[in-house]
């Protein structure tokens, strides 16, 4: 028996202590806490005082039992009656309670509980397991919650190291920051305060990082910015170049159709090209560079990724509108091209000399080749023309 208890004692040791060196009990004794996480502090260190004193006293009979063995190789009646009373009595002696002040005596004596080898594993058996079950949930919390805000942080130190190296601040930046700051105070607090149902809930550190990370790209761009700025600055003017051309363009055609086509509907002509290098000027003025740097490479990024944009759309919209108003001459032209098909039909067919033919002809050409044109009488004259045309085929054919 001294034999299976001592090997028994050894594991219960073996137990505690691997106990304490789980990583959430060490996350746990080595934190200043607060809120439900400092309640399971407190909760957990006095269940384990409870257990480390049972076992002291529950080692401390064991030896006891194994001093008088050894002290007596043939014990007789006397000391087998007292290893019994050790080994299978109530010999674990557990401290007095200090008893209430309405039920003490002048001479009283408070006397603890006394228990048994058994009696007390199976007191701290449930304790033991009260304890594991608070730790190992804790350390799945906590170990999400840390290994998520590690993440969060390497974010916002690469955002961090760009944007000191591009000068100035970030308004978003120093938001995100702080509430980083907020919720890095919680993670290590009271991380039970993010446990939802016993899981981490990692919503407001997701929150944050996908936030660094819109900022770290936008200071990525700032820094490509940087280093090639003149090159993205003659890229703006470029297309400036290009939308002057095509608004110039679109004033021509738009002069040149009001004159061979009446009546026309246009739509209103593009002029974004000098409000856009007025932008294009407050970015390249003399001093920019330093006003650049001293408002942060991140805003001109900003102000220069919108400036391209607007540019690219501006003169897309130019060489729409460009096309929306040459249309009308090119109607025009298909029209010219067409009588003139229906033309080449009539005399493949010998009406060449047809009288009928030949005036609705003239009537289409005067119509088409007058200015202005009237597209809409044209089309319908250029029609009646080719329904002639057609009767006489079939009638050829009949």
Not at 46 to 71: F, I, K, P, Q
Not at 179 to 197: H, K, N, Q, T
Not at 299 to 309: G, Q, S, T
Request: hydrophobic share 45%.
């Amino acid at each position: 028996m001294l034999a299976r208890l001592k090997d028994e004692k050894d594991r219960i040791g073996g137990a505690l202590l691997e106990l304490e060196a789980h990583q959430g009990y060490q996350l746990l004794e080595g934190a200043t806490l607060a809120g439900e996480t400092l309640s399971l502090q407190s909760d957990v260190r006095t269940r384990m005082a409870s257990l480390w004193m049972l076992y002291d006293l529950y080692g401390n009979v064991l030896s006891a039992a194994e001093d008088l063995r050894a002290r007596h190789g043939r014990p007789g009646q006397a000391q087998l009656a007292e290893l019994t009373r050790l080994l299978d009595g109530p010999s674990v002696e557990m401290p007095a309670q200090e008893v209430p002040l309405e039920r003490r005596t002048l001479l009283s004596v408070p006397s603890g509980e006394k228990l048994t080898l058994r009696a007390a594993v199976d007191r701290m058996t449930p304790l033991y397991e009260e304890v594991a079950r608070s730790v190992a949930a804790l350390d799945t919390v906590w170990s999400t919650l840390l290994s998520r805000l590690a993440e969060v942080e390497a974010e916002r130190r690469a955002a961090e190291e760009l944007l000191e190296s591009l000068g100035g601040v970030d308004p978003d930046f120093e938001r995100l920051r702080g509430e980083l700051e907020s919720v890095a105070a919680v993670v290590r607090s009271d991380p039970l305060a993010l446990a939802r149902d016993g899981l981490a809930d990692t919503a407001r550190l997701d929150a944050v990082r996908t936030g660094l990370a819109a900022a770290r790209r936008a200071l990525q761009e700032a820094e490509r910015l940087r280093d090639g700025f003149a090159g993205r600055i003659r890229g703006v003017a470029a297309v400036l170049d290009l939308l002057r051309e095509a608004e110039a363009e679109a004033r021509a055609v738009r002069d040149e159709v009001v004159a061979k086509i009446a009546s026309p509907v246009l739509p209103d002509l593009p002029g974004s090209a000098a409000a856009l290098a007025d932008r294009l000027t407050a970015v390249t003025r003399p001093g920019a560079g330093t006003a650049a740097r001293g408002a942060g490479w991140n805003d001109v990024a900003r102000r220069v990724a919108d400036l391209e944009r607007a540019a690219d759309t501006a003169l897309a919209q130019a060489r729409e509108t460009v096309g929306v108003i040459r249309g009308l001459l090119d109607r025009r032209e298909e029209l010219r091209g067409r009588l003139q098909a229906y033309r080449v039909k009539a005399a493949r067919l010998g009406h060449a000399e047809d009288a009928e033919l030949a005036g609705l002809y003239e009537q289409v050409r005067v119509l088409l080749w007058t200015s202005p044109c009237d597209l809409r009488k044209a089309t319908v004259a250029l029609s009646g023309y080719q329904r002639a045309i057609t009767s006489r085929a079939k009638g050829a054919d009949r």
